[in-house]
Structures are given as structure tokens and as C-alpha cells.
T-cell receptor
Framework: DQQVKQNSPSLSVQEGRISILNCDYT??????FLWYKKYPAEGPTFLIS?????DKNEDGRFTVFLNKSAKHLSLHIVPSQPGDSAVYFC????????????FGKGTRLSVIA | DAGVIQSPRHEVTEMGQEVTLRCKPI?????LFWYRQTMMRGLELLIY????????DSGMPEDRFSAKMPNASFSTLKIQPSEPRDSAVYFC???????????FGSGTRLTVV
């Protein structure tokens, strides 16, 4: 039973264009949603988060959108850069720090110069 | 701040041997999590601790797996006996209670032959 799903295992985008990574969830109790980025041989690093009371959060080139009625969130990267090439994980939790994160399986983004 | 420190970075062992993975969380972080990453299952939670106390170990796959946190600055994940299907990357992460999201270590890549 996968509570957080990333249905696209991979995505290729040209440098300068927009990258859109998608994530669906099933648990309506999730309060916080996060995106992590992972490079090979490194641990995942936090990128951006959004709480369930918001529908958008922006940080520089990264914007996360949340559609609670559809149980869907997306990460937009504009403009995409070759250094953005990594695996992106969507994650969700029902609370703050002492509550475990449930992760999707990840989407591998390749930004082509 | 040295971040979350995991050791060893790589471990190759023979089937049947005992394996111990180690983690030093960030000082002041109250919660510690152990995750396992595989191609098939993605990032799955094995166990987590709050204030050194194990809270949920339902993700531990079998009795061969055990984890301890004897103090706030050290945790171990032990597999005894190890099997080839245990081959994966094991991540440790820590966080303070008030924060959403965690800081991951660089992981231990375990190969059981």
C-alpha cells in the first residue's frame, strides 16, 4: 500500500525550460509535504516543503503546488539547469519533526544542455 | 556542524555474517530515523527513535534486524545473520522535534555476497 506515489520514474528536460515533477498521495491525514533531491552516492537533501494549509510555496527557482482535493502536489523548477539533474523524492508526514516521513520512489530528472 | 555521520560508507560481507551500521546524529536533534533504499521499494522506514527511545520498529523486515540508541549521539543498526537480499543503501537521518523534514547522512552501501 503505497501512500505516496511518483508515477514517472524519469523525466528529461532541456536546459532553460520548466521541469514539472508530480506526486500523488492517498492519506488525507498528511499535514506536511516535502521534496528532497538526491545526487549519486549522497544522502537526500531537503529542497522545499509546504503545509496542508497552503496551496503554493516558492523558493527561488523552485515552487511547490498542493491540490488537496486531488491529493496531488507538484514541483516546478524554472529555469532548469544541468546541476538540477538528480533524483527527486516526494515525501509526506502527519506532523512535525518526530513524525516519520513517507517517501515516494523518486523521479530521475535529467536536464540536457 | 558536521551533519549526520554514518559509517562505514561501504560494507561488503559474506552471507551469514553479522553487520553493524553506525550513525551519529546532529547534536541537539531529538529524533533519529533509519531508512533503507532499494530499487524495488524506494526509501522505506525501518525504525525511528525519539529521545533515544524506539517508537516504531514495524518497518524492520525480520528479527534478523535490530537497532539501538544507547545515547543521544549514537545509534546502531545490526543485521545478524546477513543475507544477499539485505543488500541496499541504508540511511540514517535526524531532526529536532519542531522542524519539518530531516537531515540525512550519506548512507552505507551494504553488499551481502
Amino acid at each position: 500500500d503505497q501512500q505516496v506515489k511518483q508515477n514517472s520514474p524519469s523525466l528529461s528536460v532541456q536546459e532553460g525550460r520548466i521541469s514539472i515533477l508530480n506526486c500523488d498521495y492517498t492519506n488525507s491525514m498528511f499535514d506536511y509535504f516535502l521534496w528532497y533531491k538526491k545526487y549519486p552516492a549522497e544522502g537526500p537533501t531537503f529542497l522545499i516543503s509546504i503545509s496542508s494549509i497552503k496551496d503554493k510555496n516558492e523558493d527561488g527557482r523552485f515552487t511547490v503546488f498542493l491540490n488537496k482535493s486531488a491529493k496531488h502536489l507538484s514541483l516546478h523548477i524554472v529555469p532548469s539547469q544541468p546541476g538540477d539533474s538528480a533524483v527527486y523524492f516526494c515525501a509526506a508526514s502527519t506532523g512535525r519533526g518526530n513524525t516519520p516521513l513517507v517517501f515516494g520512489k523518486g523521479t530521475r530528472l535529467s536536464v540536457i544542455a | 556542524d558536521a551533519g549526520v555521520i554514518q559509517s562505514p560508507r561501504h560494507e561488503v560481507t559474506e552471507m551469514g555474517q553479522e553487520v553493524t551500521l553506525r550513525c551519529k546524529p546532529i547534536s541537539g536533534h531529538n529524533s533519529l530515523f533509519w531508512y533503507r533504499q532499494t530499487m524495488m521499494r524506494g526509501l522505506e522506514l525501518l525504525i525511528y527513535f525519539n529521545n533515544n527511545v524506539p517508537i516504531d520498529d514495524s518497518g524492520m523486515p525480520e528479527d534478523r534486524f535490530s537497532a539501538k540508541m544507547p545515547n543521544a549521539s549514537f545509534s546502531t543498526l545490526k543485521i545478524q545473520p546477513s543475507e544477499p537480499r539485505d543488500s541496499a543503501v541504508y540511511f540514517c537521518a535526524s531532526t529536532p522535534h519542531v522542524q519539518v523534514g530531516y537531515t540525512f547522512g550519506s548512507g552505507t552501501r551494504l553488499t551481502v555476497v
